[in-house]
């Protein structure tokens, strides 16, 4: 496999709502994952999946696609799009996100998720 191939696979699985099915195949158990709002980092893919769960309980709704990949070496990234209703005041949530993703041994070891946090979510 090279790195072009994953990063296609990972894209591929990820825009076909496998997110929960994936972590195994794709992530690395010590993966360490980054985000703007305090409080939200992990540092374990038990951690990492726990936040997701609680990410996915409170927003109904979501449609997420993931697109215009580009990669370097072991490193790559991605835009995110997505929008969601937030079940606490049933507001709709839009936003975009970059990811940057670090692979080793063809696991995700590291990702760093760039945004602005929607008010409610700050």
């Known amino acids: 496999m090279n790195i072009e191939k994953f990063v296609e696979k990972y ?5 076909n709502w496998k997110q929960m099915e994936m972590t ?3 992530y690395h158990e010590n993966v ?8 939200r980092s992990t540092k374990s893919l038990t951690d990492k999946m726990e936040r997701n769960k609680r990410y996915f309980s409170l927003n109904k709704n979501i449609r997420t696609r993931m697109l215009s ?3 370097s ?6 835009k995110y799009e997505m929008t969601a209703n937030d079940s606490r005041d049933w507001k709709d949530i839009e936003f975009q996100e970059i990811w940057v ?3 080793k041994n ?14 409610n979510l700050a």
Request: proline share 10%.
């Open 106 to 119: 063809w696991k995700i070891i590291k990702e760093h998720f760039f945004y602005d946090p929607p008010q």
């Open 11 to 15: 894209i591929n699985a990820y825009n």
């Open 32 to 39: 360490v994952s980054i985000e703007p709002i305090k409080g």
């Open 69 to 71: 990949p580009i990669i």
């Open 24 to 26: 195994d195949e794709y």
């Open 101 to 103: 993703f670090e692979v």
């Open 73 to 78: 070496w072991r490193f790559f990234s991605v």
